[in-house]
């Protein structure tokens, strides 16, 4: 193996786990709550996305005219990609090894449109095969319980960020009329 390719691998492993806390982060300080000035994010999030997707039956999409308020705009992608590349990029300047670079963009690239698919089927259910699987019904429970409670769970893709900051709920604290069907856990407190 070449130091490039090792090096892809290192920062496509360093970027899955930082992408993480870039999304938690972003998620928490940025899409939650006004920078200064800056009100963009909260506004097309926590007003406009969390208003249209509760945590009941509305979870999923109801009304056709809401749809384009489940992802967010199409240039985030590319805006929030390079923003997350800045550490890599200032690593691999200092080091020269750029594979750590393309690593991390392939990481952070790859997260970018997984973070959009997988919340789009979470809020637009059709019985896709992506929605089988134990993993995205795990993750679904996970995003569901963040439309409850707006102070919890800020991942979508890897709660590893919400394991390790402490905001992880893996069941309501207290009974909900939550959405029903195939891909929905039971995120119901358990019996004592």
């Not at 920078?35 to 007003?47: G, I, L, N, S």
């Not at 999923?60 to 923003?83: F, R, S, Y």
């Amino acid at each position: 193996m070449t130091i490039f390719l090792i090096c892809c691998l290192i920062g496509l492993s360093i970027g899955i786990v930082f992408a993480s806390f870039f999304e938690w982060t972003l998620h928490k300080y940025v899409m939650h709550r006004p920078v200064w000035k800056f009100r963009y994010a909260f506004q097309a999030h926590a007003v406009v996305h969390h208003q249209v997707f509760k945590a009941d039956e509305s979870y999923h999409l109801l009304d056709e005219k809401d749809k384009m308020t489940i992802p967010m705009a199409w240039w985030n992608g590319a805006v929030l990609v390079m923003i997350g590349m800045i550490p890599f990029s200032i690593v691999s300047i200092v080091t020269g090894y750029w594979g750590l670079t393309a690593g991390g963009f392939i990481a952070f690239s790859w997260y970018y449109c997984f973070y959009e698919y997988i919340h789009w089927c979470m809020h637009l259910p059709k019985a896709r095969r992506i929605e089988k699987p134990y993993w995205f019904r795990k993750l679904n429970g996970h995003h569901l319980l963040h439309h409850r409670y707006m102070h919890k769970n800020f991942n979508v893709v890897l709660p590893l960020a919400d394991l390790l900051l402490g905001t992880l709920l893996l069941r309501s604290k207290k009974p909900f009329m939550q959405p029903s069907g195939p891909s929905v856990p039971d995120v119901q407190p358990l019996e004592a």
